[in-house]
């Protein structure tokens, strides 16, 4: 299934007006369908494909098992018997003969994989770029892989490769109205509750998507996917998270834990943990969120206009938060096949934790967001949830999602309860009450909700924008 996606293709498709080589990094989660969109672009466009993946790391490998997996698939692209190349010099020398005249794409998947056993790796690859691979005109080098922030280091901010990449994918989850259409015709006859209930868990991840049974309800897709032996998501994250992190860096994986609660600031992360707030234990949150594990909230400081000077981390991706706060603490029940439970709404916090959930889905769909708070146009300057410290010259705030622009703010309240009254009202008044609003800014208000709303909330003429979450669904 390929749904979606039409804006990195369109990217992808204007390298292939330019008259010289074009080198790309494509960065993702696992699972995203960062291959697929490469390969769906080669499809679309009918151009020659050769795609070579580094092996999965396992305790026995060598880089003599890359080098001879590299020229395995290379010789089976070609149709010729590769002999195993003596190193990476000689492989990509090997692959440079077999790129034709003509629109062609090469697919280097997995590359941090490929190069792991090799610390000249990058180096080689600069060489062969710059002396072989970038002579050819119409072709166009992908570089890809699970492991962000090897790409990171390696290439993106490596002196050697500045000024060669010509375009940076980041492939993200994909928006909720695309999610919808991985359940065909199916998707109209669900509620909209138990669509939220899914995406709650999966996001917009398309191979979760695509595991996902609309003939089901959501609590049997969930319970099947998460709490049953042998459903993928009862050990997914061991794999997503080993993708990215070496055997014994556990640093990063307390972060998630701490995190799977609330968000949090650096500082108060590190107190938790009872580690030191310094360079590496920052190096550990940069890690996380190029990986796409957590997202860095700070935006502008609405009482000085200035960029944030507290920045607090939260994890954006639901199915990680799902898992670290329910599948894991009872993953050895779930393994025996003994963990039994009648209904979901019997797991501790669940209403809670929903609501997190889809304030995280909300927020990983701003651009939509936007457009149907008709804002679409906006020069908005800071998006981002805002948390005013308690201090004993007033009470403290915190506002789901702060919009920005020079002149007016926009107060945003993402609430997902079976039934909103109108004590949300009270609830967001007292929010901006406690929010220092400068000289001539204009200060708005907006609902967005996932439930039956009270007629007495759109009555009492408090918010200027509602917006049901039905509508960010079919955006």
């Known amino acids: 299934m390929f749904y979606g996606r039409e804006d990195l293709l369109g990217q992808l498709g204007d390298l292939l007006k330019k008259r010289t080589a074009s080198l790309v990094t494509c960065r993702g989660r696992r699972r995203i369908g960062k291959s697929t969109l490469v390969e769906e672009f080669a499809r679309r466009n009918r151009l020659k494909f050769l ?115 010509s375009l940076n994918l980041v492939v993200g989850e994909l928006p909720l109205s695309d999610c919808l259409k991985f359940w065909g015709r199916k998707a109209s006859r669900i509620a909209d509750a138990e669509i939220f209930d899914i995406l709650s868990v999966v996001g917009g991840v398309p191979k979760y998507l695509e595991l996902v049974d609309p003939s089901e309800s959501a609590e049997t897709n969930i319970r099947k996917l998460c709490f049953t032996p042998g459903g993928l998501l009862t050990e997914e994250f061991h794999d997503i998270f080993d993708d990215v992190f070496d055997a014994g860096r556990t640093l990063e994986r307390r972060i998630l834990v701490s995190l799977a609660e609330s968000a949090k600031g650096g500082a108060e992360i590190a ?67 003994l963990f039994r439970f009648t209904s979901l709404s019997q797991l501790a916090g669940w209403n809670t934790v929903l609501g997190l959930q889809f304030e995280c889905l909300v927020l990983n769909n701003l651009p939509a967001l936007l457009k149907r708070m008709g804002l679409g146009n906006v020069l908005i300057l800071s998006a981002s949830p805002y948390r005013k410290r308690v201090h004993a010259r007033g009470e403290g705030c915190q506002i789901d999602l702060l919009l920005m622009s020079s002149r007016t703010w926009w107060v945003v309240e993402i609430k997902r309860r079976r039934e909103i009254d109108a004590e949300i009202v009270d609830e967001v008044s007292r929010k901006i009450e406690n929010l220092k609003v400068r000289p001539g800014v204009s200060v708005r208000t907006a609902l967005v909700y996932c439930g039956t709303l009270s007629p007495a909330v759109p009555a009492e003429g408090f918010f200027d924008i509602l917006t049901d979450a039905h509508d960010l669904l079919r955006a």
């Open 51 to 165: 795609k070579l993946e580094g092996l999965s790391p396992r305790e026995s490998d060598t880089n003599a098992k890359q080098l001879a997996a590299f020229c395995r698939q290379l010789g089976e692209l070609t149709g010729r018997q590769e002999k195993t190349a003596a190193n990476w010099f000689d492989a990509f020398a090997r692959l440079d003969a077999a790129i034709s005249d003509g629109p062609t794409v090469v697919f280097l998947d997995e590359i941090s994989w490929m190069g792991k056993y090799d610390p000249d790796f990058p180096g080689e690859l600069k060489y062969a770029w710059d002396n072989r691979f970038k002579k050819h005109d119409r072709l166009i080098m992908v570089i890809c892989g699970s492991v962000s922030t090897w790409i990171t280091r390696n290439i993106l901010k490596n002196k050697g490769f500045v000024g060669r990449p």
């Open 271 to 337: 107190s938790q943990l009872g580690v030191d707030n310094n360079g590496h234990f920052q190096d550990s949150l940069d890690a996380l969120e190029i990986a796409g594990f957590v997202a860095r909230d700070g935006g502008l400081n609405p009482e000085t206009g200035r960029a944030a000077r507290l920045v607090r981390y939260r994890i954006c991706d639901n199915y990680t938060r799902f898992f670290l706060k329910y599948v894991e603490p009872v993953a050895d029940s779930i393994r025996k096949g």
